[in-house]
């Protein structure tokens, strides 16, 4: 039965241990997308996941704070001021670690993210060159205070200091990510102008980032800050990409822009490019469950 844990006042700010049993020393943590605005995306997604994967694991899931979909035809629920703007998202993401590693035995480490969560798992293992970037565009346009920043800027060294060294990465999962949002915006203006699809399905980065300088720095793919990324975290194990052939939301160039990353690095990726249904579907799919399986046991004796 899936347990949720607060690890801040907002109701979003939890996480949801969907399996767990403290003699275990596999752990995997999840993040879900949904554009970063989505109200239909949860922690709770993962459930299915966590029950169909044949692997003696751990699996938490957090979830955290949205932007408001002023941009995106997704209703505004919440009291505007609740919604917050990029890197908030995954200083969320950092605060759910920060309760999981806390509160729970945790050993070997893997990484899962879905969609945009996959941004995030991306950002997570290069938190401290990406966030502050988008803090100072954050202040730039007014959005936060000077003050605000220095806090968040203390709370993210000291997450540094103190969690990474207990951190034994093993593997990092990357599913029917976004990781190369210029190209991204560009890909959607030509499909759309092509009538290929029907609406922009990007729009939601206008209320997610607040110049094109900001969703650029927040991605250690298009980064031009970031000169050696995942040198603050290394995972001993696998990076390995999914993209189902039938996504109706992310396009053929973001796989393609993430495997010419990894090359450009000359560092193994593993991609999966089949039929695993639609964008969502995927975290149903028996293929998909085989996939992780597999690379678990291939990866245990690490």
């Known amino acids: 039965m899936a347990v949720r844990h607060y690890y801040g006042n907002h109701h979003r700010q939890y996480i949801h241990v969907l399996e767990y049993d403290p003699k275990v020393k596999n752990t995997i943590i999840t993040i879900h997308g949904g554009g970063w605005v989505s109200h239909y995306e949860f922690a709770i997604d993962f ?69 945009v969560g996959s941004f995030m798992t991306l950002q997570f293992q290069n938190f401290l060159e990406v966030i502050p970037p988008g803090l100072s565009e ?11 920043e220095k806090n968040q800027l203390i709370f993210i060294h000291e997450f540094a200091n103190q969690y990474i060294p207990k951190l034994d990465l093993v593997n990092v999962f990357y599913v029917c990510g976004v990781c190369d949002i210029p190209s991204a915006l560009h890909t959607s203006r030509e499909v759309f102008k092509h009538g290929e699809r029907e609406a922009n399905g990007f729009c939601y980065i206008e209320d997610v980032f607040v110049s094109p300088k900001h969703y650029t720095e927040s991605s250690p793919v298009t980064s031009t800050l970031i000169k050696s990324p995942f040198s603050m975290i290394k995972s001993k194990g696998k990076h ?47 293929k998909f469950f085989s996939i992780i399986s597999r690379a678990l046991n291939e990866t245990k004796d690490l």
């Open 47 to 115: 459930l299915p996941f966590a029950q169909g994967i044949n692997y003696e694991t751990n699996v938490f899931s957090i979830d955290y704070r949205l932007s408001a979909g002023h941009h995106s035809p997704i209703d505004i629920i919440d009291p505007v001021e609740d919604y917050v703007r990029e890197p908030y998202h995954l200083i969320d993401i950092l605060h759910g670690f920060q309760y999981i590693l806390d509160n729970f035995n945790i050993e070997r480490l893997s990484l899962l993210g879905h969609s």
């Open 138 to 148: 954050l202040v730039k346009h007014g959005i936060i205070t000077e003050e605000e």
């Open 240 to 286: 390995v990409a999914f993209q189902t052939v039938h996504d109706e939301f992310v396009y053929y160039d973001q796989p393609l822009s993430f495997i010419k990353w990894f090359n450009s690095l000359q560092k193994p990726l593993e991609f999966h490019l089949e039929d695993f249904g639609k964008h969502h579907k995927i975290l149903t799919d028996t």
